[in-house]
């Protein structure tokens, strides 16, 4: 009888996300519409500084640089990097590209106590950018992360169109070999399922989240609701971005091809240390919140397999029919990132890496070592 309630229960859980929750595994909040080649009511195009964190990025930073110096914008446009106290001549690479006109390269202070270092380097960034021009957009991207072109144009006419304070793309992850396509495409399924597209889109709802390698924010927004010091401490800093933002305006969040990740992952090892960085930031810091996701993953994603290959009866009907709408579920996130349908049966297996990997992050913030970023221990909460 307790079998086949918690196959029963795992089926309905996942019946209800389909059904329900936003339609997060659609993915039908793209960028995939074409804006007008101009801003609406035949405004000129308002000046846009691209504000680049980076820190000890020597091997990415030339591609990604090149590919904001390529923008197509019509509009003022500058950019600016801040060099976060790198010791592998990320800096001079950047120097070395030149277009000084349009490209500024900072060296970043020291952090301060209270700030994590990504939005430290961030903080310099804007300011200079706001002291020097006054931009109307911050472009707020990712070292690592490469544009297509026509990018920023599409974002700023997306923008400007809807009314936006918060324009952000989720960049595509860099999905190549076995580990990539076993584990990345549902990092971004689970980040959906968190923080339903639609609903961030829908300016009544309260879910609020951004994707932190492409953010397009509104300067004069930004510095209503407190300016990026408002977040100084936040680990998962880009949702913190787009809950800060969602009180100002209305915020729009989407997949899209025009912004993609250029770093490999180097084997598990480094998609481990990536969700492990922020995930029990996540809970909150929080052990009963850990002890809830585990058993809740538990029910989702582990139960289901083991009733339909074990089970009998109603066990087994409910573990068969809640395997079958998870992959189904997985399906347009697999064919976004066009891997084979077949990792949707895989996602019972995926979600138990991922259980792993944020048990692991609660571990290494209790040893001191939480939010590790860059050789920085960033986390600043404690367990509650």
């Not at 795992?10 to 074409?34: M, Q, S, V």
């Not at 959906?192 to 889109?201: I, T």
């Not at 809830?292 to 994603?301: A, S």
């Not at 087994?316 to 079958?324: E, L, Q, T």
């Amino acid at each position: 009888m307790i079998a086949a309630t918690l196959s029963l229960l795992a089926a309905a859980i996942w019946l209800y996300l389909l059904l329900g929750r936003g339609g997060f595994w659609l993915t039908r909040e793209r960028d995939t519409n074409i804006f007008a080649s101009t801003p609406g009511n035949g405004n000129p195009w308002p000046s846009v500084t691209a504000i680049v964190p980076a820190r000890n990025e020597a091997d990415v930073i030339a591609t990604t640089l090149s590919s904001l110096l390529a923008q197509d914008y019509p509009g003022p446009f500058h950019i600016v990097l801040v060099d976060d106290q790198s010791d592998d001549g990320t800096g001079a690479i950047a120097r070395a590209l030149g277009h000084p006109d349009r490209l500024i390269v900072l060296s970043g202070a020291a952090r301060p106590p209270g700030w994590t270092g990504k939005l430290w380097a961030v903080n310099q960034g804007v300011a200079h950018a706001s002291h020097d021009h006054a931009p109307a957009y911050l472009w707020l991207t990712d070292a690592d992360i490469a544009h297509t072109p026509d990018n920023l144009r599409q974002l700023v006419a997306r923008a400007e169109a809807g009314g936006l304070v918060l324009t952000s793309l989720m960049a595509k992850l860099h999905c190549r070999d076995l580990f990539e396509r076993f584990l990345i495409p549902a990092f971004v399924f689970f980040f959906a399922m968190l923080y339903p597209f639609g609903l961030v889109n829908r300016q009544r709802s309260t879910v609020a989240a951004a994707a932190g390698g492409c953010m397009l924010v509104k300067r004069t927004a930004l510095e209503n609701a407190g300016g990026i010091g408002a977040i100084a401490h936040e680990i998962i800093d880009d949702c913190a971005l787009g809950r800060l933002m969602k009180g100002q305006g209305p915020i729009w969040l989407g997949l899209t091809n025009r912004a993609r990740s250029v770093r490999p992952y180097d084997g598990i090892g480094e998609i481990h240390r990536m969700v492990a960085r922020s995930a029990y930031a996540q809970l909150h810091y929080s052990p009963l919140l850990l002890v809830g996701t585990v058993l809740g993953m538990v029910l989702l994603y582990l139960v289901p397999p083991s009733f339909a290959l074990l089970g009998a009866g109603l066990a087994r009907i409910g573990g068969i029919a809640a395997w079958v709408l998870m992959a189904v579920a997985f399906q347009p996130m697999l064919r976004f990132y066009r891997v084979t349908p077949l990792w949707g049966l895989a996602l019972p297996m995926i979600g138990l890496f991922y259980t792993t990997f944020t048990m692991d992050s609660a571990i290494q913030h209790w040893r001191g070592r939480g939010g590790m970023w860059k050789g920085r221990a960033q986390a600043m909460g404690r367990p509650s």
